[in-house]
T-cell receptor, first 114, second 114 residues
């Protein structure tokens, strides 16, 4: 069965510092992987996705993630944090061809201090 | 293009009652998925509908049901409400067949069961 583990329920960084949010997955088939962001009282917004091809994926707002099959990881990074990045981030996996029926990790709350 | 809309946005029900939530997908999107978000269990997949047929189902009791209409609008129903059903219910639509594999989420319906 597929599962997603996000290490660290809360990550705090200073403005301008590197952001690293960790995600490991388990899947019996090549997975489709996603990172979503959720701001308070809002739905989820897709940051980036990996389906096939290049393992380094660039998303919106300067975020990127690298699919490492050997490590079953899909960590999210951003070189320089902004105050506006403070939100909750979810890693998700899908095993079906349409990329639906997502299995989510528990989420990581990112705090950014000035 | 209008985003995913969910109605109502907030709902208070009493234990034992039933509730129906509505979701209108983005125009042209034929897949609609439902997710439950709670502080304890996180984001959990309920079910997905495509062309009026349930295509995928999560691990929820039969009290949770859904349907999709010919215009792709979807409803989910929860019968015999329990306190543990209090949650944010998120609907997501996607354009199956595109290269995007993106699910677009609505703002959610906040259900409180008292």
């Amino acid at each position: 069965a597929q599962s997603v583990t996000q290490l660290g329920s809360h990550v705090s960084v200073s403005e301008g510092a590197l952001v690293l949010l960790r995600c490991n997955y388990s899947s019996s088939v090549p997975p489709y992987l996603f990172w979503y962001v959720q701001y308070p009282n809002q739905g989820l917004q897709l940051l980036l996705k990996y389906t096939t091809g290049a393992t380094l994926v660039k998303g919106i707002n300067g975020f990127e993630a690298e699919f490492k099959k050997s490590e079953t990881s899909f960590h999210l990074t951003k070189p320089s944090a902004h105050m506006s990045d403070a939100a909750e981030y979810f890693c998700a996996v899908s095993e079906n061809q349409a990329g639906t029926a997502l299995i989510f990790g528990k989420g990581t709350t990112l705090s950014v201090s000035s | 293009k209008a985003g995913v809309t969910q109605t109502p946005r907030y709902l208070i029900k009493t234990r034992g009652q039933q509730v129906t939530l509505s979701c209108s997908p983005i125009s042209g999107h034929r897949s609609v998925s439902w997710y439950q978000q709670t502080p304890g269990q996180g984001l959990q997949f309920l079910f997905e509908y495509f062309s009026e047929t349930q295509r995928n189902k999560g691990n929820f009791p039969g009290r949770f049901s859904g349907r999709q209409f010919s215009n792709s609008r979807s409803e989910m129903n929860v019968s015999t409400l329990e306190l543990g059903d209090s949650a944010l219910y998120l609907c997501a639509s996607s354009l199956i067949g595109s290269a995007g594999y993106e699910q677009y989420f609505g703002p959610g319906t906040r259900l409180t069961v008292t």
